[in-house]
């Protein structure tokens, strides 16, 4: 996630200058490539299970969309539990219930047990809703989850007031098995405590071929090192080029951007989250927002899919900032930043295997901090045994979308749409 015209909020630690160069010529178990969320915690784990793990980052370690992400931890899919178990059938559809249910506690157990300097609150998130419509599906989605035993309960207009602060959403939906951190805090402590496990980490190692000859990878970059790999995980999910082929094609990259307020003053600060709680809302295009560490607002949503080219380009979100607090309107936007987030038609996480040894996933929608940390702990599993019912998804094959070329401009025509209409249900 790239920063634009003021630094991002949370800075590096400096420990990850302890990150070492690739030796050319090194042969590992795994190289993995992507130093996000999802191959950090794949780096981690295989290297708790005695694999030699390599990972190579085209940037540096919390540049992209995992150190500057929303920070909220939600667990669950986009769809409920009913329909994954309709989809997937009943073995599969109730093992990817289980796993989906189980991805906030990775995170903070994780957090807990490797002693991570990260801050977070774990007070739950709400599913604002903001129309009859969402609080109809809002209900449907607490029967479900709460027939399953999970901490959830739906909330009413009052009491979403209260726990918001915000003005004009009809009720919600509270699931308390949520939570938030500082997402850049949280990836450079998955690098540090890789390391010191034993994971060798190389940033701006722009991986440019992947070659397998007689069951080995070797893995180049453009800086013209190489290293040999038993196998191979691509964890670049939105930054997916051309490495392998027809992958970046079966998504659909967009731009999600964020602002923070200055530090809020107390008054306000009592009023606003007053528990911590991470909010996204029902809107077409939605918006999200908690707050940090250091006490500001931070919302986000969908940008334009151009790239930015003035503070402009944020206006929309600091509408909606004053829409949702009007006593924010005198508080200054102090930090603008955006990046990239991949979508999938289906809206579900991709497992592929192209090759044996060679794994890709993509596609967070709006979860990837839990989702992402529990699936590394299971691809690492996979990698480790070459049992399949480590992977909670099936793997399927690399199916590029029809008019690729194209569905950026359709998204964008259905964006704008879709704005139209949120507006008109205010």
């Known amino acids: 996630m790239a920063t634009a015209f003021s630094d991002p909020i949370w800075r590096r630690p400096q420990a990850a200058s302890t990150f070492q160069s690739l030796p050319n010529g090194e042969r590992v178990d ?12 794949t780096a981690l784990h295989a290297a708790r299970l005695g694999l030699s793990v390599q990972v190579l980052d085209a940037g540096e370690i919390g540049q992209g969309a995992s150190g500057l ?6 667990p669950g899919l986009k769809y409920d539990p009913e329909w994954l178990l309709e989809h997937f059938g009943p073995e599969r559809g109730e093992a990817l219930v289980n796993f989906a249910a189980s991805t906030a506690d990775a995170v903070f157990e994780l957090i807990r047990d490797e002693n991570l300097a990260v801050p977070f609150v774990r007070s739950g998130w709400i599913q604002a809703a903001h129309t009859e419509a969402a609080l109809k599906a809002a209900t449907n989605r607490d029967r479900q989850w709460h027939a399953r035993g999970a901490d959830v309960r739906l909330l009413n207009a009052e009491e979403t007031a209260a726990r918001t ?3 004009g959403y009809l009720g919600g939906w509270l699931d ?10 949280y990836t450079s402590e998955l690098a540090r405590v890789g390391t010191a496990t034993g994971v060798r980490i190389a940033e701006r190692q722009r991986v440019v071929r992947l070659a397998n000859a007689a069951g080995v990878w070797r893995v180049s970059t453009e800086n013209g090192l190489e290293l040999q790999a038993k196998a191979v995980v691509l964890a670049t999910n939105a930054y997916t080029d051309g490495l392998i082929p027809g992958l970046a094609q079966t998504i659909v990259p967009l731009h999600s951007f964020q602002i923070a307020t200055a530090p809020l003053p107390s008054n306000l600060a009592a009023t606003i989250l007053p528990e911590g709680q991470a909010v996204s809302d029902s809107r077409r295009i939605l918006v999200y927002y908690r707050k940090s560490a250091d006490g500001r607002l931070v919302l986000g949503g969908r940008g334009r899919m151009a790239l930015p080219t003035s503070a402009g380009d944020w206006a929309h979100l600091e509408h909606a900032l ?26 579900l996480p991709h497992i592929h295997e192209p090759e044996k040894g060679l794994l890709a996933v993509v596609g ?3 979860r990837g901090v839990g989702l992402m940390t529990a699936l590394g702990e299971r691809i690492a599993g996979y990698l ?7 992977l909670p998804f099936p793997v399927s094959p690399i199916r590029p979308i029809p008019f690729h070329a194209f569905r950026q401009v359709g998204v964008a025509a259905t964006i704008a749409w879709y704005r139209l209409l949120d507006a008109l249900e205010r």
């Open 322 to 347: 004053v829409r949702l607090y009007p006593s924010l309107s005198g508080v200054p936007i102090e930090k603008r930043w955006f990046g990239r987030v991949a979508m999938t038609p289906d809206h």
């Open 165 to 167: 602060g915000a003005q």
């Open 364 to 366: 967070c929608q709006g």
């Open 30 to 41: 795994l190289a993995i490539v992507g130093g996000g969320i999802m191959g950090l915690s």
């Open 69 to 74: 992400n929303g920070g909220q931890v939600i």
């Open 176 to 185: 308390r098995r949520a939570g938030v951190i500082d997402p850049l805090a």
């Open 384 to 390: 480790q045994s070459g049992d399949a019912r480590q």
